[in-house]
């Protein structure tokens, strides 16, 4: 495997149900991001981590709960999710955090919420 | 608040024809700009960095152009595998974060 890998790239779930989307980059980063993107609305920052340490957290309801147990490895934990949360998830990691480093982009996993 | 906006939003163009796509920016003190693209159900490419007013970068029929207040992406001779979203992004808004333009959906008809 190369680049950022996110699983699954599809996930329906119903707005009671619990599931995870994880992500892994293969690129030796030390900084991880998810991201939200809607239809005609610019990528969202939910939450980043540096070195396996919380930086971020983009006023993000609960019911989206991050883990990062190592630096090549982020879950999206979900929960009790509205419609509204049905979205592209997007999984981004760069070599440091902070200005200048360009991210690079996992696939996406597209959820829908039902 | 540091807000990047993109234009046109969609751009259709004949293979061949050359034309530009514009991002301009609000931010306190540009740190640089990013372009990327990004294919239908994907994650979005890295195509470019731009950190100072004047700088150039090409990429095969792509040159990114950076002022102090925007940046174009010139497409030259465009093919139909060109056709895709570009997003441009600046850093801003926290240490952390990049903030990024909705983007402009070019379409390259054969």
């Known amino acids: ?114 | 608040e540091d807000q990047v906006t993109q234009s046109p939003e969609a751009l259709r163009l004949q293979e061949g024809e050359s034309s530009s796509l514009n991002c301009s920016y609000t931010v306190s003190g540009l740190r640089g700009l990013f372009w990327y693209r990004q294919d239908p159900g994907k994650g979005p490419e890295f195509l470019f960095t731009l950190y100072s007013a004047g700088e150039e970068k090409e990429k095969e029929r792509l040159k990114a152009t950076l002022t102090k207040k925007e940046s174009f992406l010139h497409i030259t001779a465009p093919k139909p595998e060109d056709s895709a979203t570009y997003l441009c992004a600046v850093p801003g808004g926290g240490y952390q974060k990049v903030t990024f333009g909705i983007g402009t959906k070019l379409q390259v008809i054969p």
């Open chain 1, 1 to 114: 495997e190369t680049g950022v890998t996110q699983t699954p790239r599809h996930l329906v779930m119903g707005m009671t149900n619990k599931k995870s989307l994880k992500c892994e980059q293969h690129l030796g980063h030390n900084a991880m991001y998810w991201y939200k993107q809607s239809a005609k609305k610019p990528l969202e920052l939910m939450f980043v981590y540096s070195l396996e340490e919380r930086v971020e957290n983009n006023s993000v309801p609960s019911r989206f709960s991050p883990e990062c147990p190592n630096s090549s490895h982020l879950f999206l934990h979900l929960h009790t999710l509205q419609p509204e949360d049905s979205a592209l998830y997007l999984c981004a990691s760069s070599q440091e955090m902070g200005h200048g480093y360009e991210q690079y982009f996992g696939p996406g996993t597209r959820l829908t919420v039902t």
